[in-house]
């Protein structure tokens, strides 16, 4: 089945050290996005990418990094420059203007 | 730029009360306008959409009308079950330009009780 694929679940990060969230697609979509979710609050936009080897800053890309080598791959890594990166982390893709579909979610908590 | 405003909730309603979330929109041009619904713990699934003025979004008993005169997408059901309790987030996405952004509101909560 075609989807949006987001692991792991459950992140547990150490204060000072980078991790890693994964996010595949395999519906041949150009256009992925990364958000992050506090609780309360909507989606703000962290990095998105349109084509392969090529993505733009959102609106909070400060301490988070991204890498767009295939088309069905956009991983976004949060920094030790992220201050407060203890959030719910959404991965979406979509083709053209239409709707954009969604992965499950990272939950990634500071330790 | 483009912005979405949805009312503050939570949103309590009894089982089979009229549902209204109220969204408005400030956008240049013609965007397309969807719902999306997130269960507890899990991502976004999209609800509806309209993709030009006068169109009506429906699926699973909900409803929205893009109405352009008033920059409006309200979502509407007739009567809720308990299972519809999750987060609503009205959305926009533009159709000037290249940067395909989808534009959130801050959601709201609904909570359906017997």
């Known amino acids: 089945d075609g989807g949006i694929t987001q692991s792991p679940k459950y992140l547990f990060r150490k204060e000072g050290q980078n991790v890693t969230l994964s996010c595949e697609q395999n519906?041949?979509?150009?256009?992925m996005y990364w958000y992050r979710q506090d609780p309360g609050q909507g989606l703000r936009l962290i990095y998105y990418?349109?084509?392969?080897?090529?993505?733009q800053k959102g609106d909070i890309a400060e301490g988070y990094s991204v890498s767009r080598e295939k088309k069905e791959s956009f991983p976004l890594t949060v920094t030790s420059a992220q201050k407060n990166p203890t959030a719910f982390y959404l991965c979406?893709?979509?083709?053209?203007?239409?709707?954009?579909?969604f992965g499950q979610g990272t939950r990634l908590t500071v330790v | 730029g483009n912005s979405v405003t949805q009312m503050e909730g939570p949103v309590t309603l009894s089982e089979e009360a009229f549902l209204t979330i109220n969204c408005t929109y400030t956008?240049?041009?013609?965007?397309?306008l969807f719902w999306y619904v997130q269960y507890p713990g899990e991502g976004l699934q999209l609800l509806l959409k309209?993709?030009?003025?006068?169109d009506k979004g429906s699926n699973k008993g909900f409803e929205a009308t893009y109405r352009k005169e008033t920059t409006s997408f309200h979502l509407e059901k007739g009567s809720v079950q308990v299972s519809d309790s999750a987060v609503y987030f009205c959305?926009?996405?533009?159709?000037?330009?290249?940067?395909?952004?989808?534009?959130f509101g801050t959601g709201t909560r609904l909570q359906v009780t017997l």
């Open positions: 959305a926009l996405s533009g159709n000037t330009g290249t940067a395909s952004k989808l534009t």
């Open positions: 990418s349109q084509i392969v080897n090529d993505f």
């Open positions: 979406a893709s979509r083709r053209g203007q239409v709707e954009a579909f």
């Open positions: 956008a240049t041009g013609y965007p397309s």
């Open positions: 309209a993709t030009k003025a006068d």
């Open positions: 519906l041949n979509h150009d256009a």
